[in-house]
């Protein structure tokens, strides 16, 4: 579904991604981690083509991206960004309505506007609908935008830390509405996470960055060990396997 | 009631609402022909309006109904061009007035003034390609400000301050230079009036102004997004940088088309885009439109108002939009905390 070859990004003359490669089929999931500034978000924008990489590939179903049209990538792969800061009061309704962008000319069609009111329907947003977007609360905004993600019915979902800043409840929506979604409808998702217990219990795949560079991919039990976590975050941890996924329990810095 | 449904009748509501506009522009446009230093009713410039000749006809054809479009063009236009500065810089500040632009396009209109002859053919020509040049050296000095990452709102209202200073001395130099007669000329531009506008220049200003608006309007939901945030604009599909560029040169061509035959209108840019945005909401697709019917209807109700409060004396616009825009421009700094300012 999604190949990544080689991927590097530069910046100021220092390489953020350094011969990133990575693929990932139907029905996946696949977690970013890393500490911060490890080149997780340049990652996914790169993938999203808003920032343009300095050498490498990003093939979707096979097609060269950066040989589609904007719109026309639009149509393939949606991205949720780390935080939207909406200036301007605006409907929830509105906020929803923006994913059918790729579909819209000027004038919304039915389609576009039945598909909105269908999520909005299924995610039980109908109270919300017509009221202003800044007024809701952190989680019930994530909850919207991802919504409005899901409207936009790419094959492939790029998702920026999508449960940074919830509370608990919150964090297991929505990660439980992007395991549906993929499982259901065999679509894709990379996410940036810093949870590694929400990385580990979800994840069909992780890919671990370290300063710009692949440290570890593979699947959750493979990259998520004692020694990995050691050399990239520098802490100490113990890790459970109990239950049927694991548990990662941190336990002290090392200098 | 299902969601879809309740969606569409708010659209109507929306649209019922931009037809109550324009009837609010056609009557103050009405209001403007019949009134003035010499007031006639509704029925009498009605008839005076058909007839083919007297006093009252000459009066309305050749003194009232030129005004009376360039107040619709400047006052649409500078609407406009102020909710597209809105969107592209994210904030809700940004009007050719506060930015600069307008002090742009007043320089490059006072510059032809006083460069070429009085009765020089192609003069008006002249006067809006110099006000257009001008309006887009300082949009495109603002769009690269605003690329820097640490300006925030008012730091770049800061920088439109600075700019406007920057022209306006400018502009002092060229009165000081200037002959007696050029001079008189430039203060009549600085006060922004509508009185000196004929056909000629009505042509000129509305070619200006309403052949980048479709362009703008089509754009309405790239503006929704840009406004909101550019990178999911760019995942969305929307080439950000082309609609910023093209969007920020349309809305200059359109200020330099209202302003330089007229003068400095202020505060038209940003009360008007504000009170539609309060009255119909965010959506670019009627926040546009209705931000050029308020525009027009202000500039209209402006300009009757400046010729019938001190007859036979006739109030610069430009004075009195001023003194209904400085209070709403005060209201809206005091609202910052609430809604749309961070």
Redesign the interface.
Known sequence: MLDIQNLFFKYKKKFVLNDITLSINKGEILSVIGINGSGKTTLL?SI???IKPTRGRVLIKGRDSSKIS??????Y?????QN????????V??VIL??R??Y?K??PSERD??A??EI??SMNF?DI??KNF?HLSGGQKQKVLLARLFV?NTDCLILDEPTSSLDLKYQIQIMEMIKNLVKTQKKSAVIAIHDLNMAARYSNKIIMLNSGKVFCFDRPEKVLTKENIKTVYKVQTVINNDNDFLQISPIKVID | M???N???K?IKKKILLLSFLLLVMVIAALTGISNGIESFDFKKSFIAFFSDAGLQHKIIWELRVPRIVMAILTGSGLAVAGTVFQAIL???LASPYTLGTASGAGFGAVIAIFLLDADFLYKDYFVAGSAFFFTMLSSLIILSIAKIKIFTNETMILAGIAIMFLFSSLSSLFQYLGTMEQVNEIVFWFFGSLSKVGWNEIGIASVMILLPMPLL??W??SF??I???D??A??????VEKVKIFGIVCASLITAGAICFTGVIGFIGIVSPHIV?MLI???H?FLLPGAALVGASLVLTADTVGRIILPPQVIPIGIVTSFIGVPFFFYLLMKRTK????
Do not use: C, H
């Open positions: 924008k999203v083509n808003i904007r719109l026309e990538r639009a149509k792969i949606s991205y949720l960004p939207i800061p909406f200036k301007f009061p605006i409907t309704f509105d923006m994913g962008m790729p819209i000027w004038k506007i039945n909105t009111s909005i329907k109908e609908a017509l800044d936009q | 299902n969601i879809s309740k969606y569409k708010n994210k904030n809700p309007f089509k309405s939901w929704n997004l406004a909101a945030d990178e999911s760019k995942a969305l599909g929307i080439d945005r909401g965010y959506n697709r809604d749309y300012w961070r």
